[in-house]
């Protein structure tokens, strides 16, 4: 795999596309011929980043910038639905968990007090 590295006289839009182009290619070139083993090592003990876990952080970062506009329409969707769910509901109503741990519920007074440091 090959990149090239951006020129140093570009327009703006040139400038920038080159740039990620650089960027994105020095991930793959990174992870080409790895094993999926080697892929998901991580490099530095206290890390729990591998290459693998990057790339998969950077689709993320992918979506979120050139899907902005869908992704901030499907957020304030699910704040719409979140206020519908809790609409009526008291402070000190106990609700199931919908989270990691859906055993748990939650008092939503307590968790109120919580963040306001009680």
Known sequence: MERAEPGLVLRERQALEA???FHRDTLLLKCAGLTAAQLKERPVPPSRLSLLGLVRHMIEVERWWFHAAANTEAFKHEVG???VAVAGKRLDDVVP???HHP???RNMASQG???AGA
């Open 81 to 83: 639905r979140a206020r």
């Open 19 to 21: 740039s990620l182009d």
């Open 97 to 99: 968990s919908h989270g």
């Open 103 to 105: 055993e748990r519920v």
């Open 113 to 115: 007090s919580k963040a």
